[in-house]
């Protein structure tokens, strides 16, 4: 995982984690400061989701094993690189049984050439009597049957090792997929939002006119939310947000979950004016959604979603535009909430 924190940011979240490992008594190792520091920043939403089923439930404690388990399961990324390795192994053992394969078809046609080209100059110029004749063709119709066969083995053998790495691409496929997906939501999660803004952000360097939005939504008062109606009910705002956010946009538009109730959009070839009138439609259709305890039936109230969205910039970097929508985010909290506000025009260099 890679972390673009502003300095100031980065020694906070850092001086949290190191007070809550002192707190609780743990080591101080890589693993364990990453996970306290992963949390605190906010940048893996599943993760703080299990440390705080872990913070509520009296009977549990943040001991070392816990620790190491919540790092093993949200962290960890050992597993996706064995099965990164595991089909690379599949992949040379496939390429070495279709290159022996290969080797074997073609001695058996330089043979086969060998022995045309003897009877070939054993032809010219004698004459042989229909008993040689039949024989040297029965030399012939063996030796072709033996290329025959060779050559069905060998498009039998390709035609399986196909139906191989068919299958190894749909794993590793799968595997990419969920490391790029929130396990909650559904949608793209932080690192996956990470690389495809560098990509956006690449792509306008390339042709300045690809210009493109970006919109933070949170959710309002959602601790709250969490506190009063409990985690379940939490997550089920979580899932609702993030379809009513997908249902609402283009299919070239990106929606991620950005951390805990924070969502990130990315708009290709929007500028900010036209990315508001559709973050403000998004908002509206969260508010019009009534929140409902499926076991009870008892409805809830509704939610609310403020948000920030500033347009790209030549010469920007990831924490300019980031923090633009950030503060525009704070700005429309800090004006009354459930609304939608424009970073500030960013002055050319």
């Known amino acids: 995982m890679h972390y673009n924190h502003p300095k100031d940011k980065a020694d906070s979240f850092s001086a949290q984690a190191l007070e809550k490992i002192k707190a609780c008594d743990l080591p101080l190792v890589p693993g364990i400061y990453e996970m306290w520091y992963v949390h605190f920043a906010g940048s893996n939403p599943e993760l703080s989701h299990a440390i705080e089923l872990i913070d509520i439930n009296e009977e549990l404690d943040f001991t ?183 249902d609402g946009v283009k299919g070239r538009d990106f929606v991620a979950r950005y951390g805990g109730e924070e969502f990130a959009l990315l708009l290709p070839n929007t500028n900010q004016h036209a990315g508001q009138r559709l973050a403000d439609e998004l908002r509206e259709a969260v508010a019009n959604k009534q929140v409902v305890n499926r076991n009870s039936g008892k409805k809830l109230g509704r939610i609310t979603l403020s948000g920030g969205i500033t347009e790209f910039y030549g010469g920007d970097t990831v924490d300019d535009i980031i923090e633009r929508a950030d503060n525009a985010l704070y700005e429309a909290k800090n004006k009354g909430r459930n609304m939608i506000c424009l970073a500030k025009v960013k002055i050319a260099r």
Do not use: P, W
Request: proline residues 0%; charged residues 30%.
């Open 64 to 246: 070392y094993e816990a620790c190491a388990e919540l790092y093993d399961k949200f962290l960890n990324n050992e597993e996706e690189v064995a099965n990164v390795r595991e089909a690379g192994s599949q992949i040379q053992t496939t390429i070495k049984d279709v290159n022996a394969l290969v080797n074997d078809v073609k001695d058996v046609t330089s043979q086969y050439n060998g022995t045309l080209e003897d009877i070939s100059s054993k032809l010219e110029g004698n004459d042989y009597s229909t008993d040689e004749v039949k024989d040297l063709l029965k030399t012939i119709a063996l030796d072709t049957n033996v290329i025959l066969e060779k050559n069905k083995k060998l498009e039998q053998e390709l035609g399986k090792q196909a139906q191989v790495m068919m299958g190894l691409q749909r794993d590793l496929d799968r595997v990419r997929q969920e490391a790029m997906t929130d396990g909650l939501t559904n949608v793209a999660n932080r690192k996956a939002f990470d690389i495809q803004l560098n990509k956006m952000i690449e792509a306008h360097e390339s042709n300045a006119e690809q210009t493109f939005s970006l919109i933070l939504m949170d959710i309002d008062h959602f601790k709250s939310f969490n506190d009063n109606y409990g985690h379940q009910i939490g997550d089920q705002v979580l899932r609702l947000v993030a379809k009513t956010l997908l």
